[in-house]
C-alpha cells in the first residue's frame, strides 16, 4: 500500500491525459441513510497530530503520509493514504467553518449536498470526522474525498483535440444537471480531473437553487466566469451555470481567460465590449440603479464568433477536424449570450451536435440527489444552529463508520483506484500542486455587495 501512494505521487508529477475511456464507469452507490447516533470504535476513532505548512492537521490514523496539495478561503487540502480502504485520498480541512453564518451555511450546505449526491460526475465523498469529542468542542471539520489527479487549471492550457475537449464538457453538463441546483461557483479550478479523461465537479458548497435572488447572500465567487445575470443582480434559472462552461470552454480553445475583468464594473465592461450591448428588451429586466448605469454606457457592437473563435485557435489536423471545429464555435455561439432567455438550456447543451456523440442517458439523465433536508436553501440559523446541524451530519458518518457500512459504500471508489493506471500518456504533463481544488482564486474573487458595487 506506502508503494501505492509512492507511485500515484509520482505520477501526479508528470500526470497526462490519455486516451478516452472505452468502457462507461458505473454511477456511485445510492443515498446515505438518515442520521443515527452513535460514536466511532475505540480502534477507529484514535486521532494524531500534524503540521502541513501553517497549519496543524488532526486527522484519524487511518490517514497517513498527509502531504499539503492545495489551499483557499474555504480550507487546505491534503493528499493522504487511507490505510483502512487501502487507496489514495484528499483531506480537506475547513478553515474556521463557524466564524460567521455565512460559513456555516456554506459548510452545512456543502456537506449535505455531497452526502446525498450519487453521480460519476461529482467528487465522491469517503468520510466526514471532528477530532472533537463534544458539541460544545466542536470546531474542526474535515472531509474526505477521492483523490485526482490534476484540476482543470493545469488542463485547460493543454492543446486538447475535440476528442478530448467534448468529452470534458460533456461531463461537466453531465455533473451539473444532476445537481439540478444553480450558480455552483463553477471555474476551472473546482473541477478536477483524471488522466484517463474523467472528470469531476467539486466544492459545490456555494450552490443555489433557481431564481434566488444572488443579492440575498454575499459571498466569495469568481468573477471570471461569473454569468451577467449575477452580476447585475438578476433572478436568474437553470441556464445560469451555461454561461461559465461557455468560458471555460472558450478558455480552452484561446488558452486564456475570455472576460478578466478587474471588478464588477469592468467584469460587465469586458462582457459587453466583446459580446456587445444587449437590447432594449433585456435592459428593462433590470433594476432601475443598474439599468440607469448600464445604458449611460458606450454601445458596443461587439465582435463576431469568427473573430473571436478563429480557425486557428482549433485542432486542425484532418477534415473532420474543420467540422468539430464549425460544430464547437456554433455551441460557443449559444452558451455564451447575455440574456439567459436567449441562451441554451444543459439540456441543449447536451444534445447538440458537438457534445451529443457521448450522450449516454445513465449519466445525462441521471435522476437528481434526493436531499432530505428540503428547506435547505431556505434555512436561516444562528452559527450555533448550524454548529449542531454540522456535528449531527459527523455523528451520522461515524455511526456509518462504527457499522462497516463506509467499507461498502467505498468498494466502487477503491476499485477504480487500484485499476488506475499510472502509465505516461500522449499529451504534455502538467503541475499537480492544487490537485483538489484551491476554494478560491485570488486574482479573480471578490465578495459580493450588491449590483455592480451600486454602480460607482
Not at 467534448?166 to 451539473?176: A, D
Not at 449575477?230 to 472558450?250: F, H, P
Request: with cysteine; net charge negative.
Amino acid at each position: 500500500t506506502s508503494q501505492r501512494i509512492e507511485e500515484h505521487a509520482a505520477f501526479c508529477s508528470r500526470v497526462t491525459l490519455g486516451t478516452l475511456p472505452c468502457a462507461r464507469a458505473h454511477t456511485l452507490s445510492g443515498v446515505y441513510p438518515k442520521k443515527r447516533k452513535g460514536t466511532m470504535s475505540e480502534e477507529e476513532g484514535h486521532f494524531y497530530s500534524v503540521q502541513v505548512g501553517d497549519s496543524t492537521f488532526t486527522v484519524l490514523k487511518r490517514y497517513q503520509q498527509l502531504r499539503a496539495i492545495g489551499s483557499g478561503a474555504q480550507g487546505i487540502v491534503c493528499s493522504a493514504l487511507d490505510t483502512v480502504l487501502g487507496i489514495p485520498v484528499a483531506v480537506k480541512k475547513l478553515c474556521r467553518p463557524f466564524q460567521n453564518q455565512t460559513h456555516a451555511k456554506r459548510a452545512y450546505r456543502e456537506l449535505v449536498l455531497l452526502k446525498c449526491v450519487n453521480h460519476k460526475n461529482i467528487i465522491r465523498l469517503i468520510n466526514v470526522f471532528t477530532p472533537q469529542k463534544s458539541l460544545e468542542e466542536f470546531q474542526d471539520l474535515y472531509l474526505v474525498m477521492e483523490l485526482m489527479d490534476a484540476n482543470l487549471c493545469q488542463v485547460i492550457h493543454m492543446d486538447l483535440d475535440h476528442e478530448r475537449m467534448s468529452y470534458l464538457l460533456y461531463q461537466i453538463l453531465c455533473g451539473i444537471r444532476h445537481l439540478s441546483a444553480t450558480a455552483h461557483d463553477l471555474k476551472p479550478s473546482n473541477i478536477v480531473v483524471k488522466s484517463d479523461c474523467t472528470l469531476k465537479i467539486l466544492d459545490f458548497g456555494l450552490a443555489r437553487t433557481a431564481c434566488t435572488n444572488f443579492m440575498m447572500t454575499p459571498y466569495v465567487v469568481t468573477r471570471y466566469y461569473r454569468a451577467p445575470e449575477v452580476i447585475l443582480g438578476m433572478k436568474y434559472k437553470e441556464n445560469v451555470d451555461i454561461w461559465s462552461v461557455g468560458c471555460i470552454m472558450g478558455e480552452m480553445v484561446k488558452g486564456s481567460v475570455i472576460f478578466q475583468g478587474t471588478d464588477h464594473i469592468d467584469q460587465w465592461n469586458k462582457v459587453i465590449e466583446v459580446l456587445g450591448t444587449p437590447n432594449l428588451e433585456f435592459m428593462n429586466r433590470l433594476m432601475e440603479t443598474v439599468r440607469n448605469y448600464v445604458m449611460n454606457k458606450p454601445q458596443y457592437p461587439g465582435v463576431s464568433f469568427t473573430e473571436l473563435f478563429p480557425d486557428w485557435a482549433f485542432p486542425s489536423d484532418s477534415e473532420h477536424d474543420k467540422l468539430k471545429t464549425s460544430q464547437a464555435r456554433d455551441l460557443l455561439s449559444k452558451m455564451l449570450v447575455i440574456d439567459p432567455e436567449c441562451r441554451i438550456s444543459v439540456e441543449e447543451a447536451l444534445n447538440h451536435p458537438y457534445i451529443h456523440v457521448w450522450y449516454d442517458p445513465a449519466e445525462a439523465d441521471a435522476p437528481p440527489p434526493q436531499i432530505s433536508d428540503k428547506q435547505l436553501e431556505e434555512r436561516e440559523h444562528t452559527i450555533e444552529q448550524w454548529k449542531e446541524l454540522i456535528y449531527e451530519e459527523v455523528i451520522d458518518w461515524e455511526e456509518r463508520n462504527k457499522n462497516g457500512l463506509m467499507k461498502e459504500d467505498c468498494s466502487d471508489v477503491v476499485s477504480v483506484s487500484a485499476s488506475q493506471s499510472s502509465s505516461a500518456n500522449d499529451i504534455s504533463s502538467m503541475s499537480t500542486e492544487q490537485t483538489l481544488a484551491s476554494d478560491t482564486d485570488s486574482s479573480s474573487i471578490d465578495t459580493l455587495t450588491g449590483p455592480l458595487d451600486e454602480c460607482q
